[in-house]
């Protein structure tokens, strides 16, 4: 075989040329060692075995090719083989070693490429820079030979795809789900320190279920994770989170093992090192240091105060999750208790009175999960939080005043709200700086009595900038100094309170009067006509209902840190007893679709939102700005859906209103494809929302895919789409409904495309059964056929028109509104 081939010659050359070359015996070493061994009959020239097994690794044609078969340049020098053991660096063809030349030192090293092919085929990727293993001299059977040849070829293509640039953080999941080669795994695994931090996040839920139920792709991934761990506390108590709520009642030994050691904070950055204190700063450091002994204690003021004074990195030891943990937990407590309060009012009470006793302990080195920048809590205004509308559950809204920070800045000092005075002393007349008349007084007087009365309503102020800070036309919900300026009652009640406390000053009755003229002018004055009014079923519709900026302004003013260059404002909702982990899912799978239509360039909106889970019953949500649910607006202004709208932007030929209704026609379309592919139920008008600029959003996924509320199975339209809906497209023989039509069908072919992405999502999280909507045996076959791989366009177009007609037309869609108003109450 081989021996029939010269050594500098080709195939061709074999019938051409006879062979002449006789190899000189004196420099071939091997006919020592058996006499009776001599060259084959009818060649003269005996091969050298070493150099043999080199070229069987060697390919007869190394010219790479295109996909289309053209052979393909490279400039670029190739990598140098790896030589068997028994062949030095520096032999040639003869077998007489050579020394090497100058310019091997020269010569580029094997790329990564080449390592990593060998670490595809060993499984241990400690192994990819040892040679590889001389082939076996003795003769196999062509057939075997083509089986290696195709495997090689295989892992080739596969290496080559793992190394391109098209190879994102989507694909690796999938093949490390799918792969059961070790050596695949292992690859991918270090693949994920080369992503991006942010894309690794995304698919946290899913690493961590195959963490969880895969006990080959747990063991390649520990590094990951661990290393993820000691470079930040966030994510640390994020994969504790997510190991928590998907671990089941099964005990599943490596996870909770891993989640105990995050949270026992056996994981964590080493120690600085190259610092050391002398003896004389270190003793002053353990007198001032407070011991932390008082984390989780909301009486002591430093329930969230670990004791740690270090700088950039914590080299005392300090507990580093604990003042988090601490944080979180008091704020889910709060949602329990307030669940045993039967009155709502009552609830609303409790809650600022619980938030109020919590911000004693503030500021703190805490942070809110949801927001992604850096942040310290300085301050959670007690007014500013509501009870949302819910019957069983007590989820709530609050508002945090949060400090920006790029380090380890040190916290201002803690500072109180300007403080109203008694309600029997004289008001304060002719201050200008109020800032600087703060009494000393007890931090929870001012919020003893807030279950019963509201402490604002005792007091105001005469001075005219204070006034036009807190202005009485559109009392705020959150202020401290609410005044009932919609009734004439309070503004009588203002008239007496002044006339009593101006006896001993003429200047006070002058002043007094003109101030009573404002308020009764502002009190008959008509308010605006899509104003929301305070209902006691509903406290959080007025909170609301404001603006996000005018809110933002508003809180900044009368804040105590507001003039801080960092000073942000965020919102988040606490939910208690419910399983979010469906609504993350949810969440994931909206951000996903999102992407692809702006990917293909489809204008459909969509507003994903932040989900985290805490646990399996409670986790924190994002809120959705400057949005009011349906049920609040019917509510509130008794008017039809296109009535509020144009009330809100104008008549139906206006600007405004135009863009509106082109925002509520590709939000309305987005949903529902979204509700169509996801199955979404519980579509009653308290989980739909409308924001200030017309788009329609969703909220509340807990029932997806293939279960319903109370498994009733009432929704079975294919989405919700009611004639209130079609009202607002101006009918359906209007170029808008026709709009809305195109728009579906753009995104179903957009989501088609790219359905492998989206699929994979579920098809990770239905390992252990962990989440009720995936345990079907068919839900995600089901979901995959949704998306209708094999139809046409002019198919997808006929469907199209029949899911929209069946949706409109739907009894089940009435029947389930019907019966939200008869049970909830909601319209």
Known sequence: MLENVPIHGSRSDIKSKPPTHQRNLSLDFRHLTSPSSGPPPGCGHQRNRSLDSVLQRIPEDMTPTSPEGAPLRHDAPGPRLA??????????????????????????????????????????????????????????????????????????????????????????????????????????????????????????????????????????????????????????????????????????????????????????????????????????????????????????????????????????????????????????????????????????????????????????????????????????????????????????????????????????PRLLPPAPPAPHSPPIRHTKSEENLVPEWPALSLYSALEDSDAGDCWSHEDEELSTQYPAKLPAPDSLSQVSAMSVMSAVSGVSALSTSSCGSRESVAVGAGEVRRRLADATAEPPPNTFRRDPQDPSALALKESWESKLARMRSSSPYGALAGWRLLGCIVKVGDDLRQEMLAAQLLRRLQAVWELERVPLRLRPYEILCLDRECGLIQPVLNSVSLHQIKKQSGKSLRAWLELEHGPPTSEGFLRAQNNFVESAAAYALTSYLLQLKDRHNGNILLDSTGHIIHIDFGFIFSISPKNLGFESSPFKLTSEFVDVMDGESSDMFAYFKILFLRGLLAARKHCDQIIHLVDVMRMGGQLPCLRSSSAVSAFRARFHPGRTEPQLRTLVDRLVRDALHSLSTRLYDNYQYYTNGIL
């Not at 660096?89 to 050579?98: V, W």
């Not at 040892?130 to 075997?144: F, G, L, Q, Y």
């Not at 204690?297 to 943990?325: H, K, V, W, Y």
């Not at 500021?363 to 009870?387: C, D, G, S, T």
């Open 83 to 412: 030589l068997p053991p028994e062949v030095p660096a520096g032999s040639d063809d003869s077998g007489i070693h050579t020394p090497p030349d100058g310019n091997d030192e020269e010569r580029p090293q094997p790329p990564a490429a080449a390592r990593s092919r060998e670490s595809l085929d060993s499984g241990n990727p400690e192994d990819s820079d040892k040679p590889p293993d001389p082939p076996d001299t003795a003769d196999e059977p062509p057939v075997k030979t083509m089986c290696v040849s195709d495997t090689s070829k295989k892992k080739d293509f596969l290496l080559r795809l793992f190394e391109s640039k098209l190879f994102d953080m989507s694909m690796a999941i999938s093949y490390l789900f799918n792969s059961k080669e070790p050596g695949v795994q292992t690859y991918l695994a270090n693949k994920l320190f080369s992503f991006p931090g942010e894309d690794v996040d995304f698919y946290l839920p899913q690493l961590a279920t195959m963490y969880i139920e895969m006990g080959d792709v747990a063991d390649v991934l520990r590094p990951y994770l661990v290393y993820r761990c000691k470079q930040s506390a966030e994510f640390s108590l994020q994969l504790a989170w997510l190991l928590t709520a998907f671990c089941g009642d099964a005990k599943k030994s490596r996870a909770t093992k891993l989640r105990d050691s995050i949270l026992a904070e056996e994981i964590r950055p080493a120690a600085r090192r190259g610092h050391h204190r002398s003896q004389s700063d270190a003793s002053a450091l353990r007198l001032a240091t407070p011991s932390g002994r008082h984390l989780g204690d909301l009486a002591s003021g430093r329930a969230f105060d670990n004791g740690c004074l270090c700088g950039e990195q914590c080299s005392c030891g300090a507990p580093r999750l604990a003042p988090q943990i601490q944080f979180l937990t008091a704020l889910t407590n709060i949602g329990r208790r307030l669940a045993g309060v039967a009155d709502k009012e009552r609830r609303n009470g409790r809650l600022r009175a619980e938030l109020a006793t919590l911000d004693l302990n503030l500021p703190a080195r805490v942070w809110l999960p949801l927001h992604q920048k850096p942040h310290y809590v300085l301050r959670i205004p007690p007014h500013a939080a509501a009870v949302l509308n819910s019957k069983d559950k007590a989820p709530y809204i609050m508002y945090v005043e949060v400090l920006e920070t790029e380090g380890h800045e040190p916290l201002p």
